[in-house]
């Protein structure tokens, strides 16, 4: 399974799901990363972490650990 | 008399449209119970319309104190209308937003805001196509260019008690669901709101259980039945059915130009953030929002409000004024001595205050505030602080009132509470002197015993976030990361502007009465003896008190009457231990870092490690009456706020002792008596360092993503 935080810069992916539960795959839904919409990772912090990303059409950043709950496809 | 409230995502350009509608009519307050801003207004040119502005949001979850709210607010029916602002550059996430409101019976008309922008971009949006889809009316406008608003308050004052016909957004079987449900519900809830309570349950909304508790048994076979047809949980269903439907009205609407515009905005992140130069750029912006706010015209300003209007105008002037007026010394000496000098420690730090405010305002408004929350994330998170604490704790290094002020522009709530109640561990320039005193008088000036207070100033606050964040229930639960990256722009004047005005004055109001009483009652114990008359610091009420209490201090080895009272008046104002310990050395007056009694200063310590020991306390232990004042403020109420004040002064205790008896037995003291409870004390903080995270109460039923 890959999963958001796997996926490197500049790489465009779709999303398959997102897993688990609570307030934190609640906020990613209502963020718009939703099932089949597509993520562009777009920059790395310079530490490493977090990461930011392109959907619909704004940019988002999201720590490596949070991304884990995002299944993605495609972008290889 | 009617009310509309103003509500949007973060960053929808809501605050600016919020200045225009209301212009100067704008009342800023608190919504109970939480230290969110509730602002409120009238609409212009129509006394008769309040507007209320919701805090900025991207949902109605039930998860963040903002959204809660907002969605209490809409649910509560008194409302008229809702004015939706819509950034117009990023349509799709902002009308989620929409949807949802257009569920809660209530009028809505959409602000289609920064349509300049976006006509830049060379998009063309269908403004009646798009109305068609949410069923309610959408005008375009430029918060900034103040255009199209006259049109916004007219649509708004026409939807005034209209009905508005509710789109069916989701696909046929959801919508079944949501009219079964409702069937359900019917009568138990108001008409408005039993789409957008049906909607809830299906989605699992734990709030909304706990109302219809009653009808949950007819109401979860409904929901089942539609999980198991759709193969996904309701709460799916429900966000990609109104992502689903956005993207099919984008779609329609909006035409995008065929080749995309690389905007300005992602020119300058493409720098900002880059790599290599982020960190660079960041540091830098850091040293100019530092130089300005503290070392030059900041602290330009607040050194002369102290000296030119203060010590030489107006204490002098008061005095001889009063004196002429023939009344009484003592009353004399209360006015001067304790109320102005009082009112001088609350002026005194607003020119400092006001350009930080400036400059923290131009931050956020510009977009850079996000980045910076992007570059220091990943270091401050560890330790349950935000990135954003870095700039709380670099302002402290200059002055904690400010300092814990900045500490506002943290939205977590969780992270801004941490770092309000830790960033004053930092020495900050009054507390040098002190510093300066003591490697003076016993350590014959060594440079390093500046530096390692600053070292130790930011272990206690990283030491304190990964303590404090341990402590259940006390600083609340975390929000998730996931913050946008908002569109660098020029910020607005007045936005800005009213913006640092606003923070300026909550510090003033909440915060300067506390301040002036503090510092009246610790100036009077220093200034009469227990029969009113009055006499010098020496043989004052303090003096008394300080004899008592200052067997406390013994097991942190100075046990001394003096160091006792220094450290009272050192609450008025950090620098006040040197000039204190001038007073009671029988000076009158003595320099900055008190050359003249470095001997006496000496002579009361019976070791450096004592010396050391009394310095680590008064730097860490409670900040000045200022600071607290304005921990107060930001904390939102006096039980916090000394949770946050004992925590210091325990920690200050703790750090002190523990000092003292390590340090005595590594330099040869030998083992004291109080050894073995330092030994004890020190576990007691590892333990507490490297306990095992609770289970947050709500992880097990609801099932937080394991990390």
């Given at each position: 399974m890959?999963t958001?935080d796997?996926?490197g810069c500049?790489?465009t992916v779709?999303?398959?799901?997102?897993?688990g539960g609570?307030p934190?795959?609640?906020?990613i839904l209502?963020?718009?990363?939703?099932?089949g919409?597509?993520?562009?990772?777009e920059?790395?912090a310079?530490?490493?972490d977090?990461i930011?990303?392109?959907v619909?059409g704004y940019?988002?950043s999201?720590r490596?650990g949070?991304?884990?709950?995002?299944?993605?496809a495609?972008g290889e | 008399?009617?009310?509309i409230?103003?509500?949007?995502?973060p960053?929808s350009?809501?605050?600016?449209l919020f200045?225009?509608?209301?212009?100067?009519s704008?009342?800023?307050?608190?919504?109970p119970?939480v230290?969110?801003?509730?602002?409120a207004g009238?609409?212009?040119?129509?006394?008769?319309?309040?507007?209320?502005?919701?805090?900025?949001i991207?949902?109605?979850?039930?998860y963040?104190?903002?959204?809660v709210?907002?969605r209490?607010y809409i649910?509560?029916?008194?409302?008229d209308?809702?004015i939706n602002i819509?950034?117009?550059?990023?349509l799709?996430?902002n009308?989620?937003l929409?949807?949802?409101l257009?569920?809660?019976?209530?009028?809505?008309?959409?602000a289609?805001n920064?349509?300049d922008v976006?006509r830049?971009?060379?998009?063309e949006?269908?403004?009646?196509?798009?109305s068609?889809?949410l069923?309610?009316?959408v005008?375009?406008?430029?918060?900034?260019k103040?255009e199209g608003?006259?049109d916004?308050?007219?649509?708004?004052i026409r939807?005034i008690?209209t009905?508005?016909?509710v789109p069916k957004?989701f696909?046929?079987k959801?919508?079944?669901?949501?009219?079964?449900?409702s069937?359900?519900l019917a009568?138990?809830?108001?008409?408005g709101?039993?789409?957008w309570?049906?909607?809830?349950?299906i989605?699992?909304d734990?709030?909304?259980?706990?109302?219809h508790?009653d009808?949950?048994?007819?109401?979860?076979?409904?929901?089942?039945?539609l999980e198991?047809?759709m193969d996904?949980d309701?709460e799916?269903?429900?966000?990609?059915?109104?992502y689903?439907?956005?993207?099919?009205?984008?779609a329609v609407?909006?035409?995008?130009?065929?080749?995309?515009?690389?905007?300005?905005?992602?020119?300058?992140?493409?720098?900002v953030t880059n790599?290599?130069?982020?960190l660079?750029?960041?540091f830098?912006?850091?040293?100019?929002v530092y130089?300005l706010?503290?070392t030059?015209i900041?602290?330009w300003?607040?050194?002369?409000v102290?000296?030119?209007?203060?010590?030489e105008?107006?204490?002098?002037?008061?005095e001889?004024?009063?004196?002429?007026?023939?009344?009484?010394?003592m009353?004399v000496?209360?006015i001067?001595?304790?109320?102005?000098?009082?009112?001088g420690?609350?002026?005194?730090?607003?020119p400092?205050?006001l350009?930080m405010?400036?400059?923290?305002?131009?931050l956020?408004?510009s977009?850079?505030?996000?980045?910076?929350?992007?570059?220091?994330?990943?270091?401050?998170?560890?330790?349950?602080?935000?990135?954003?604490?870095?700039?709380?704790?670099?302002?402290?290094t200059?002055?904690g009132?400010?300092?814990?002020?900045?500490?506002r522009t943290?939205?977590?709530?969780?992270d801004?509470?941490?770092?309000a109640?830790?960033?004053?561990f930092?020495p900050?320039?009054?507390?040098?002197?002190?510093?300066a005193?003591?490697?003076g008088?016993i350590?014959?000036?060594?440079?390093w015993?500046?530096?390692?207070?600053?070292?130790?100033g930011i272990?206690?606050?990283?030491?304190?976030?990964?303590?404090?964040?341990?402590?259940?229930g006390?600083?609340g639960?975390?929000?998730?990361?996931?913050m946008?990256m908002?569109?660098y722009?020029?910020?607005?004047?007045?936005?800005?502007?009213?913006s640092?005005?606003?923070r300026?004055?909550?510090f003033?109001k909440?915060a300067g009465?506390?301040?002036i009483?503090?510092?009246?009652?610790?100036w009077?114990?220093?200034?009469?003896?227990?029969s009113m008359?009055?006499?010098d610091?020496?043989d004052?009420?303090?003096a008394?008190i300080?004899?008592?209490?200052?067997?406390?201090?013994?097991p942190l080895?100075?046990?001394?009457?003096m160091a006792?009272?220094a450290?009272?008046?050192?609450l008025?104002?950090k620098?006040?231990?040197v000039?204190?310990?001038?007073?009671l050395?029988?000076l009158?007056?003595?320099s900055?870092?008190?050359?003249?009694i470095?001997a006496?200063v000496a002579?009361m310590?019976?070791?450096?490690v004592?010396g050391?020991?009394?310095?680590l306390?008064?730097m860490?232990?409670?900040?000045?009456?200022?600071?607290i004042g304005?921990?107060?403020r930001e904390l939102?109420?006096w039980?916090?706020?000394?949770l946050a004040v004992?925590?210091?002064?325990?920690l200050?205790y703790?750090?002190a002792?523990?000092f003292?008896?390590?340090?005595?037995?590594?330099?040869?003291?030998?083992l004291?008596?109080?050894?073995p409870?330092?030994v004890?004390v020190?576990a007691?903080?590892i333990?507490?360092?490297?306990r095992?995270?609770p289970n947050?109460?709500?992880?097990?039923d609801?099932g937080?993503?394991?990390?």
């Amino acid at each position: 399974m890959r999963t958001l935080d796997m996926i490197g810069c500049g790489e465009t992916v779709r999303v398959v799901a997102v897993h688990g539960g609570g307030p934190l795959r609640r906020r990613i839904l209502d963020m718009g990363i939703t099932k089949g919409s597509d993520i562009k990772v777009e920059n790395v912090a310079p530490l490493g972490d977090p990461i930011e990303i392109i959907v619909r059409g704004y940019k988002l950043s999201i720590r490596k650990g949070d991304a884990v709950s995002i299944e993605v496809a495609g972008g290889e | 008399m009617s009310e509309i409230a103003l509500v949007g995502n973060p960053n929808s350009g809501k605050t600016t449209l919020f200045n225009y509608l209301t212009g100067s009519s704008q009342k800023v307050g608190n919504w109970p119970g939480v230290t969110v801003d509730k602002k409120a207004g009238r609409l212009k040119g129509h006394p008769n319309v309040s507007v209320v502005d919701l805090p900025g949001i991207y949902s109605l979850s039930p998860y963040s104190p903002e959204e809660v709210i907002a969605r209490d607010y809409i649910m509560g029916g008194n409302l008229d209308a809702v004015i939706n602002i819509v950034d117009a550059t990023n349509l799709e996430r902002n009308l989620y937003l929409t949807t949802q409101l257009r569920d809660m019976g209530v009028p809505v008309v959409v602000a289609l805001n920064m349509i300049d922008v976006s006509r830049s971009k060379g998009e063309e949006i269908d403004v009646k196509e798009l109305s068609k889809w949410l069923g309610c009316p959408v005008v375009p406008i430029s918060a900034l260019k103040r255009e199209g608003l006259d049109d916004l308050v007219g649509e708004t004052i026409r939807a005034i008690g209209t009905e508005q016909p509710v789109p069916k957004v989701f696909q046929p079987k959801v919508e079944e669901a949501i009219s079964a449900v409702s069937a359900v519900l019917a009568g138990s809830e108001p008409d408005g709101l039993l789409r957008w309570s049906s909607v809830k349950l299906i989605e699992g909304d734990e709030a909304e259980r706990e109302i219809h508790a009653d009808d949950l048994a007819e109401i979860d076979p409904i929901v089942s039945s539609l999980e198991a047809a759709m193969d996904e949980d309701g709460e799916t269903i429900i966000i990609d059915g109104r992502y689903n439907h956005i993207a099919a009205m984008v779609a329609v609407s909006v035409k995008k130009p065929d080749v995309e515009v690389v905007t300005l905005s992602d020119k300058i992140d493409a720098v900002v953030t880059n790599r290599w130069l982020a960190l660079p750029i960041f540091f830098a912006v850091m040293f100019v929002v530092y130089y300005l706010s503290i070392t030059t015209i900041g602290g330009w300003g607040t050194d002369w409000v102290n000296e030119a209007v203060f010590e030489e105008w107006a204490i002098p002037g008061a005095e001889q004024w009063l004196t002429d007026m023939g009344v009484n010394d003592m009353l004399v000496s209360l006015i001067v001595d304790g109320l102005i000098t009082g009112v001088g420690a609350v002026l005194g730090f607003l020119p400092q205050m006001l350009v930080m405010f400036l400059l923290l305002a131009i931050l956020e408004d510009s977009g850079y505030m996000a980045r910076v929350a992007f570059v220091m994330d990943r270091i401050f998170r560890r330790f349950g602080l935000s990135g954003k604490s870095f700039i709380p704790i670099l302002i402290t290094t200059g002055c904690g009132v400010p300092g814990i002020m900045a500490s506002r522009t943290i939205e977590d709530d969780r992270d801004r509470r941490i770092t309000a109640m830790t960033c004053s561990f930092m020495p900050c320039a009054a507390k040098l002197p002190v510093i300066a005193l003591i490697a003076g008088a016993i350590f014959n000036e060594s440079p390093w015993i500046a530096p390692s207070l600053y070292f130790i100033g930011i272990f206690a606050i990283l030491f304190s976030g990964v303590v404090l964040k341990k402590i259940q229930g006390f600083v609340g639960t975390p929000a998730p990361f996931i913050m946008e990256m908002p569109a660098y722009h020029m910020p607005n004047a007045r936005t800005v502007a009213i913006s640092s005005l606003d923070r300026l004055f909550h510090f003033v109001k909440k915060a300067g009465t506390i301040i002036i009483l503090a510092c009246a009652l610790v100036w009077f114990l220093s200034a009469y003896n227990w029969s009113m008359a009055a006499v010098d610091v020496a043989d004052s009420m303090l003096a008394d008190i300080g004899h008592a209490v200052s067997v406390i201090f013994a097991p942190l080895g100075w046990d001394n009457w003096m160091a006792t009272v220094a450290t009272v008046t050192g609450l008025i104002a950090k620098e006040n231990v040197v000039s204190t310990f001038g007073i009671l050395f029988g000076l009158e007056e003595v320099s900055e870092a008190g050359d003249e009694i470095w001997a006496n200063v000496a002579g009361m310590f019976s070791s450096g490690v004592a010396g050391y020991s009394f310095l680590l306390f008064n730097m860490l232990c409670a900040p000045c009456f200022a600071a607290i004042g304005a921990m107060r403020r930001e904390l939102g109420t006096w039980k916090d706020t000394a949770l946050a004040v004992g925590w210091q002064c325990g920690l200050a205790y703790a750090a002190a002792f523990v000092f003292y008896h390590f340090g005595t037995l590594a330099t040869g003291g030998g083992l004291t008596i109080g050894f073995p409870f330092a030994v004890a004390v020190l576990a007691l903080l590892i333990w507490l360092f490297a306990r095992p995270m609770p289970n947050p109460e709500a992880g097990a039923d609801e099932g937080v993503v394991p990390s």
